[in-house]
């Protein structure tokens, strides 16, 4: 059997990129930050959610778009607090910009501050697909290991903040804060690093700050206010 071996030179993405690069745009010309949460399953991406809707009501908008296989358990557990809508893959193991869109279609295409994209619990196939956000942030709870970040070094890599999760919880893991900023450091060495408990609330108020500050420097200091286009 003869076998022939094709070189393509260009980029298999880069439709995909352009296209979240041009509804990135989109988003940021009209005020609105979009943050792609990205962990494990079961970090506690959702808890973080209900803690920063509590922690911005009456002072930030805010929607969720909540990725998972199956069910929508953690859309439910959202939807007193703030508008929201479930992104159900189906069993692909990561979302991308199309099922985005339409879960933007579904809540109306809101204009709010905040646009949070809670993505399927997994470190690796969602590191390779831009869904237009404006940040990225990986959380790891202290029940997993501090180790994480060397072992899924794309995820860290492509990242700009890293939350740890379930402070309350240190005492009795062998886990410290020392060894997982460390290690993740290493990897990306301009890497935020927060750490928080949302049950009690430490560290939300310092998380909230950094969302803050970074809705100032890539929406308020890129693009004008709407009002003034």
């Known amino acids: 059997m003869n076998q022939r071996v ?13 296209d979240a690069a041009a509804e ?15 962990s494990s399953p079961g ?3 959702t808890a973080l959610l209900e803690a920063t809707a509590r922690h911005f009501a009456g002072r930030r908008s805010m929607a969720v778009l909540v990725g998972d296989l199956e069910t929508d358990r953690d859309a439910q557990r959202l939807a007193p607090l703030v508008p929201v ?3 159900t893959t189906g069993g692909a193991c990561h979302l991308e910009l199309p099922l985005v869109k339409r879960g933007l279609q579904a809540l109306g295409d809101p204009a709010v501050d905040f646009l949070f994209i809670e993505n399927v619990g997994n470190l690796v196939c969602p590191a390779s697909h831009d869904l237009a956000e404006h940040l990225r942030v990986v959380l790891i709870s202290t029940t997993e290991g501090d180790d994480k970040p060397g072992k899924y070094p794309k995820m860290f890599r492509t990242s700009q903040a890293m939350v740890v999760t379930k402070l309350d919880l240190l005492p009795h ?15 990306q060495p301009e890497l935020e690093v927060l750490s928080t408990c949302a049950l009690d609330g430490r560290g939300i108020q310092e998380w ?5 500050q970074q809705y100032q420097e890539k929406i308020e200091s890129v693009y ?3 009002g003034n286009q």
């Open 6 to 18: 094709l070189t393509i030179r260009r980029d298999i993405q880069a439709e995909q990129k352009a």
């Open 24 to 38: 990135r745009e989109r988003l940021g010309q009209r005020g609105t930050l979009v943050v792609n949460l990205l």
């Open 43 to 45: 970090a506690g991406k």
């Open 85 to 87: 809508a479930q992104l």
């Open 173 to 187: 893991v062998p886990f410290t804060l020392e060894a997982v900023t460390a290690d993740a450091l290493k990897i």
């Open 208 to 212: 909230c700050d950094f969302l803050e």
């Open 224 to 226: 004008e206010p709407a």
